[in-house]
């Protein structure tokens, strides 16, 4: 069975980090580009961050360059989004989803992705 699981979210504090992963099972991962997606509530899915195969390019957000670093460990079949300095605009349920093909500037594009993780929710509060 084809499946993304999403984990690692929580509660933080401005200023303070999460580290979420999202591990594949039922497929190979190397073969396929991820996307980190975020929506809060009220508000569109919007993409956050991208990762060609292999890890070559990544892309993000501007809200959230120098902040978030989006990795991939093909050997564990996981992908990871390390958020730093996080604030509570970036609190919102998070997706990663999985296309086995580049995008390019589609990779913001949520009907472009094949496979797509039930979600972590994010908090940021004091």
């Known amino acids: 069975q084809v499946q993304l699981v999403e984990s690692g979210g929580g509660l933080v504090q401005p200023g303070g980090s999460l580290r979420l992963a999202c591990a594949a099972s039922?497929?190979?991962?190397?073969?396929?580009?991820i996307g980190w997606f975020r929506q809060a509530p009220g508000k569109e899915r919007e993409g956050v961050s991208y990762?060609?195969?292999?890890?070559?390019?990544?892309y993000y957000l501007d809200s959230v360059k120098g902040r978030f670093t989006i990795s991939r460990d093909d050997s564990k079949n996981t992908a990871y989004l390390q958020m730093n300095n996080l604030q509570p605009d970036d609190t919102a349920v998070y997706y990663c989803?999985?296309?086995?093909?580049?995008?390019?500037?589609?990779?913001?594009?949520?009907?472009?992705?094949?496979?797509w993780g039930q979600g972590t929710q994010v908090t940021v509060a004091s």
């Open positions: 990762i060609s195969k292999k890890g070559a390019s990544t």
């Open positions: 039922g497929f190979s991962l190397d073969d396929y580009a």
């Open positions: 989803a999985a296309v086995p093909r580049a995008l390019g500037n589609s990779r913001w594009r949520k009907d472009k992705y094949d496979f």
